[in-house]
């Protein structure tokens, strides 16, 4: 069973990605819960006689690694100015919460050992879709994404046993795969526009 202090601290943090400001901020956010999920997997490998290397690996791969490819591709695209196409942070908080509730509350029991984690792991999911789809720039929308498979992640933990090492390691693959493609989209849009914000594609036309 996962502590509940931690599980709010999670979807605090989840939250928190939907209204800060700089960039830089957002990739600390996401690596403060990314090395709190690490930890709660490394402790759940310990205790439930998993694989601890495996956790190990999530704990650098996801709270080291990651962030650290989202600081260089931020420093390879600086931003003049603050982007103008995003909504406002308190509206962009009332729409994430208000999704996240909604899917709380209609959601069927997902059956998993620990409901509590079930129910927080689906409130990430649901944010990180939420910070990818009310954020503009291309950093953000790569960390919405790796929110979300943070949520996914906790909800393995959250399954009876546990999932798999080699899934777990899979997912991680796929997810180093996801945010250098990201990083390579989001520099070559602030190549052409001299921004990252991924609104400017709309003046695109045939």
């Known amino acids: 069973m996962i502590a509940e202090p931690v599980l709010w601290a999670l979807v605090g943090l989840a939250l928190g990605l939907v209204v800060v400001r700089r ?4 990739v600390a956010v996401l690596a403060a819960q990314s090395l709190l999920l690490g930890v709660i997997a490394v402790d759940h490998a310990v205790t439930e006689h998993g694989s601890v290397p495996a956790a190990v690996a999530i704990l650098v791969i996801r709270g080291v690694v990651l962030p650290l490819v ?6 390879l695209t600086r931003e003049p100015r603050r982007v103008a ?3 406002s942070a308190l509206l962009r908080f ?6 996240a ?7 069927p029991p997902l059956g998993l050992h620990d409901e509590a984690a079930g129910d927080a792991a689906l409130a990430l999911v649901v ?20 929110v979300a498979e943070n949520g996914v992640l906790l909800a393995g933990l959250a399954v009876s046993g546990g999932l798999p090492a080699i899934v777990e390691l899979g997912l991680l693959v796929d997810l180093v795969l996801a945010v250098g493609v990201a990083g390579a989209f989001g520099a070559r849009i602030h190549e052409r526009f001299g921004t990252s914000d ?9």
């Open 85 to 87: 196409s995003e909504r």
């Open 70 to 75: 989202l600081v260089q591709v931020i420093r």
């Open 101 to 107: 509730l909604v899917a709380i509350g209609l959601a």
């Open 198 to 206: 991924t609104s400017v594609l709309r003046s695109l036309r045939d």
């Open 127 to 146: 944010l990180g879709i939420a910070v990818a789809a009310l954020r503009r720039p291309v950093v953000f929308q790569a960390i919405g994404f790796l």
């Open 94 to 99: 009332v729409l994430a919460l208000a999704v």
């Open 23 to 26: 960039r830089s901020a957002g």
